[in-house]
């Protein structure tokens, strides 16, 4: 299984796009910041990570307001074919707080 679910601020996002068949996509980048406990010791976490929202999803994102905290759930994939590195589709959020 392949899911994600990660509360976090949206850090960046670029302007709304078009891909040639005509679906909505906007890039973002999300921030987190938690406290989890490992082997019985705190340990603070702290990244970011790239985003993207495909489809009817991506207008919202593309309203949410920078700097705000969500609850994302989606699926992380490669960047593209012969990447290593993922980017988290974003597939639905949720204001926290």
Same mark, same amino acid.
Request: a positive charge.
């Given at each position: 299984?392949?899911?994600?679910? %990660?509360?976090?601020?949206?850090?960046? !996002?670029?302007?709304? !796009?078009? $891909?040639?068949?005509?679906?909505?996509?906007? $890039?973002?980048?999300? /921030?987190?910041?938690?406290? /989890?406990?490992?082997?019985? @010791? +705190?340990?603070?976490?702290?990244?970011? @990570? *790239?985003?993207?929202?495909?489809?009817?999803?991506?207008?919202?994102?593309?309203? *949410?307001?920078?700097? *705000?905290?969500? /609850?994302?759930?989606?699926?992380? *994939? !490669?960047?593209? !074919?012969?990447? +290593?590195?993922?980017?988290?589709?974003? %597939?639905?959020?949720?204001?926290?707080?």
């Amino acid at each position: 299984m392949n899911q994600l679910q %990660v509360i976090a601020s949206l850090a960046e !996002r670029d302007v709304l !796009r078009y $891909t040639p068949a005509g679906i909505p996509i906007v $890039t973002a980048r999300l /921030q987190h910041q938690s406290e /989890q406990m490992e082997a019985g @010791i +705190k340990r603070l976490v702290e990244f970011d @990570i *790239a985003a993207m929202a495909v489809g009817e999803i991506s207008g919202r994102l593309n309203k *949410a307001a920078l700097g *705000a905290m969500f /609850q994302f759930t989606g699926f992380l *994939a !490669r960047r593209n !074919r012969n990447s +290593k590195s993922v980017v988290f589709h974003i %597939v639905d959020f949720d204001p926290v707080g």
